[in-house]
């Protein structure tokens, strides 16, 4: 997606996922988003909690060798921006729940991007929309060309 490039790109843990799991449905298309960050072509960034919510399956599944090739996915030099959440993110999240239908996390992912300076953020997750100068871009959508 040669959209995204030159752009700062938030992604949501799905994304991760998708990628790290090899997803039947969604790795055609959100790797080469990865490849084109490794590349540098655009900046990627995620949030801590995009992290711990990444590592909840391979703890879940007891395998040392998932958990440490999915963390050390994380530490990748130059791949990635993992910002922290701290009291302005919350209280930017505390604001867009109280005003749409976001759960708190996906309100969380979305107050880091927007105070990262993201241009876009990457998910599957159809309650997440574009505001405020964030343009949401939805895997599914990739796949019909949306």
Partial sequence: ?????????????NAFIY???????????????FEAAYAGQLEAVTGQIAVAEVMVGPYRSGDERIIDR?????????????????RREFDDAARLRGRTSLLLVDAVHVATARRAGCDYFVTNDARIRSESGLTVVHIEAMRSGE
């Fill in 70 to 86: 999915t963390a050390a996915f994380f530490e990748t030099p130059n791949l990635l921006d993992i910002r922290p959440h701290g």
């Fill in 1 to 13: 997606m040669t959209a995204l490039n030159g752009h700062r790109v938030y992604f949501d843990a």
């Fill in 19 to 33: 990628f790290l799991d090899q997803h039947p449905r969604y790795a055609d298309l959100v790797t080469p988003i």
